[in-house]
């Protein structure tokens, strides 16, 4: 059974950085892709990031793209987020993803396997 286990949330305030990591464990992972979603107050979840475990493409949402970076470090089947010039806008509980690479997949959608999420808080 595949599990992801999300850390690293946190307080913030603007301008500031946090780093988020996903680990993930049950699976080899190589036919996969892992993502990022978040979730703030009130809204729907939406998609952030993604990558694809053994060709490293990325995928990311226009609201982070220059400020957010996706990576994985396949030794330690763990995705990391590194979250930049944050905003009070991007506070929000961050999931992580897989899904299983099929042909014809999007990275933004319809993803099997999730994580429990961690809170990040970015004060004004």
């Known amino acids: 059974q595949v599990q992801l286990v999300e850390s690293g949330g946190g307080l913030v305030q603007a301008g500031g950085s946090l780093r988020l990591s996903c680990a993930a464990s049950?699976?080899?992972?190589?036919?996969?892709?892992l993502g990022w979603f978040r979730q703030a107050p009130g809204k729907e979840r939406e998609f952030v990031t993604a990558?694809?475990?053994?060709?490293?493409?990325?995928y990311y949402a226009g609201s982070v793209k220059g400020r957010f970076t996706i990576s994985r470090d396949n030794a330690k089947n763990t995705v990391y987020l590194q979250m930049s010039s944050l905003k009070p806008a991007d506070t929000a509980v961050y999931y992580c993803?897989?899904?299983?690479?099929?042909?014809?997949?999007?990275?933004?959608?319809?993803?099997?396997?999730w994580g429990q999420g961690t809170q990040g808080t970015v004060a004004a």
């Open positions: 993803a897989a899904k299983v690479l099929r042909v014809g997949w999007s990275p933004f959608s319809e993803y099997d396997y």
């Open positions: 049950g699976r080899t992972f190589s036919s996969y892709a």
């Open positions: 990558v694809t475990w053994s060709g490293g493409t990325t």
